[in-house]
């Protein structure tokens, strides 16, 4: 038996796709391939689902971005999958590790025109994506997917990782709640074109779906600063739970793995990690961009550090620092270290030998760096912290451990956010 071709969204083309199937089933093979080389992907039945789900039926056509990091209004580019001059390009897009970009500013998804995004339209951000494969064959693994186990998915966006769990927990067990209902009409007509079971309903992701509660698997695609009340309360005995914890900085999040006991006991473990999701609607990262040019034009006054600069896998450390040395931003940018305080207008620049730093500002923020650092250390270093969340309630405690050196912070609350749709 043959796959059914692959048609068009609703775009401006209606080309047949007669030559797509063949060439996307040598692109997934090829991707998994990667996968499987660099030690990423291990989980076989997975595997099998990488290889089976169309991702070309769930992501016909992408956004690429034209202008440089930091260039405003962004320059976009949309390829159409339908079109005979996108398609090589796009097909390779879609099977690459990047993020597949869908959605602009909350922009309905049934006529988007192919090319350049000009005139009135140009600029604008994204607020719907496909992760990056890697990044969601870890967090997919990290739940331990099994067939007949239920499923939720947070953000579900698109609907691949969906996909990918529906295939694996079988029919009728995988639902997924997305806030806006254009991308949820689009993941929903998708994923019912692969006929694979899985539900989209659109909704409030903070309150998870009472529904058909509890899981055994939770898997949320957007990062929040504190774990709402719903996540855990709908979490089923034996259930785990996988969430990114967003901090104001992208650079330094942290990923936390809940998991209920059969007894009903709640655990979490929080660890650094280089990347995660991007945070939930209204919640705003710190950025260097604005102050990139005051830090060229007056780089701080030179002193000696006792810090050599911390190695950017040092991701206990550098999660540490998003909390206890709050309102700070790498700029990666730049030529070398540089930390900057956004919000204080101060910064760090560190020298090219490491030994010097300069600082300019109200703020310190390499001696801020250097006591988190000294902490750390005397903690013994920890690359996990326990978070606290038996109460369900609104105070989130994190530890490295007990005694008198343990690092301790609490999470941040929703807020204001909480009654944001996701």
Request: contains cysteine; proline residues 9%; glycine residues 10%.
């Amino acid at each position: 038996m043959h796959p059914e071709p692959a048609l068009a969204p609703p775009t401006v083309s209606r080309t047949s796709f007669t030559d797509v199937p063949l060439a996307a089933g040598a692109l997934r093979a090829d991707l998994v391939r990667r996968l499987e080389a660099d030690g990423t992907l291990t989980d076989a039945r997975l595997r099998a689902a990488l290889l089976s789900v169309r991702r070309e039926v769930l992501l016909p056509y992408a956004y690429v971005r034209e202008s440089g990091p930091g260039v405003e209004p962004i320059d976009w580019r949309l390829l159409d999958g339908a079109h005979p001059d996108d398609r090589e390009e796009w097909l390779d897009l879609i099977h690459s590790d990047a993020s597949i970009l869908l959605q602009r500013d909350g922009e309905p998804l049934d006529a988007l025109p192919r090319g350049p995004v000009r005139g009135p339209a140009r600029g604008g951000h994204m607020t719907s994506m496909s992760t990056c494969t890697p990044a969601s064959v870890e967090a997919l693994q990290a739940v331990e997917l099994g067939p007949g186990l239920g499923y939720l998915e947070l953000g579900t966006g698109p609907g691949v990782s969906l996909a990918l769990a529906a295939t694996v927990t079988g029919r009728g067990h995988a639902v997924g709640v997305e806030r806006d209902a254009h991308m949820a009409a689009f993941a929903r007509r998708n994923l019912d074109r692969l006929d694979l079971g899985a539900e989209i309903v659109e909704g409030d992701a903070l309150e998870g779906h009472a529904a058909r509660a509890p899981y055994d698997r939770i898997h949320s695609g957007i990062g929040v600063p504190h774990v709402p009340a719903a996540w855990v309360d709908q979490l089923a005995p034996g259930g785990r739970m996988l969430t990114t914890l967003a901090t104001r900085t992208p650079s330094w999040p942290g990923q936390l793995l809940v998991t209920r006991t059969r007894a009903g006991h709640v655990e979490a473990e929080l660890r650094g990690r280089p990347t995660g999701y991007r945070p939930l609607l209204g919640y705003r990262w710190l950025s260097a961009v604005e102050l990139r040019a005051r830090v060229a034009a007056d780089p701080g006054t030179e002193r000696a550090t006792r810090l050599a600069p911390p190695p950017d896998d040092a991701h206990g450390f550098w999660l540490a620092a998003a909390y206890l040395a709050p309102g700070l931003v790498r700029d990666f940018q730049a030529g070398t270290m540089t930390i900057v305080a956004p919000e204080d207008g101060a910064w760090a620049v560190l020298g090219p030998d490491g030994d010097t730093v300069r600082v300019h500002g109200p703020r310190d923020v390499w001696a801020e760096l250097e006591t988190v650092h000294a902490r750390w250390e005397r903690a013994g270093r920890p690359d996990t912290y326990r978070v606290d969340l038996a109460d369900g309630a609104a105070t989130q405690h994190v530890t490295s451990g007990a005694g008198p050196k343990a690092l301790h912070w609490t999470l941040p609350p929703l807020g204001t956010l909480s009654g944001q749709a996701l």
